[in-house]
Antibody, heavy 119, light 108 residues
Framework: QMQLVQSGPEVKKPGTSVKVSCKAS????????MQWVRQARGQRLEWIGW????????NYAQKFQERVTITRDMSTSTAYMELSSLRSEDTAVYYC????????????WGQGTLVTVSS | EIVLTQSPGTLSLSPGERATLSCRAS???????LAWYQQKPGQAPRLLIY???SRATGIPDRFSGSGSGTDFTLTISRLEPEDFAVYYC?????????FGQGTKVEIK
């Protein structure tokens, strides 16, 4: 079955970076698009950006443009989201989600990774 | 940026009742690229509807989506106990791919 497994929780100091991984299985990774979304406690979902796995093309929300990098490793079917210059407001659960058929919505989600930014 | 506004914020209903959730966009959503997700506490969102009206694989037919342009609706024909959750709409037709603020469907 389709599955995305994310890396474990992280605790980071302000000003540092975090890199979250998302390993795919059960679908053709190279034909998919992956989005990253975050959710602070009790808040709405917030879109960070996406990558078209096959081409490597990326698109980021302007809010994160200067601080985020989304990449993929096709040899291991893994996507990554790196966020730099962390601040306390970045404390949230970060999700990856795959669109396994073009334009048919993000139908496979990771379990989420809690990133805590605290001094 | 397309702003999505969901209403109501909270819907208090009993099992067996019909739920109607609204998602209004500040601009027309390209090609009806509008999705609905269900999220339960401590869980990741689950795709229910894509393309405004197509049910995702494995989603029961009591869930239906409709609408186009700027006005979209998710209808749950008869609420089951497992349907009490938060529902989000997302437009994925233009960047940034924004989410609504969510509608909580709670047991009355």
């Amino acid at each position: 079955q389709m599955q995305l497994v994310q890396s474990g929780p992280e605790v980071k100091k302000p000003g540092t970076s975090v890199k979250v991984s998302c390993k795919a299985s059960g679908f053709t990774f190279t034909s998919s698009a992956m989005q990253w979304v975050r959710q602070a406690r009790g808040q709405r979902l917030e879109w960070i950006g996406w990558i078209v796995v096959g081409s490597g093309n990326t698109n980021y929300a302007q809010k994160f443009q200067e601080r985020v990098t989304i990449t993929r490793d096709m040899s291991t079917s893994t996507a990554y989201m790196e966020l730099s210059s962390l601040r306390s407001e970045d404390t949230a659960v970060y999700y990856c989600a795959a669109e396994t058929t073009s334009r048919d919505g993000y139908n496979c989600w990771g379990q989420g990774t809690l990133v805590t930014v605290s001094s | 940026e397309i702003v999505l506004t969901q209403s109501p914020g909270t819907l208090s209903l009993s099992p067996g009742e019909r739920a109607t959730l609204s998602c209004r966009a500040s601009q027309s959503v390209s090609s009806s690229y509008l999705a609905w997700y269900q999220q339960k506490p401590g869980q990741a969102p689950r795709l229910l509807i894509y393309g405004a009206s197509s049910r995702a694989t494995g989603i029961p037919d009591r869930f239906s989506g409709s609408g186009s342009g700027t006005d979209f609706t998710l209808t749950i024909s008869r609420l089951e106990p497992e349907d009490f959750a938060v529902y989000y709409c997302q437009q994925y037709g233009s960047s940034p791919e924004t989410f609504g603020q969510g509608t909580k469907v709670e047991i009355k």
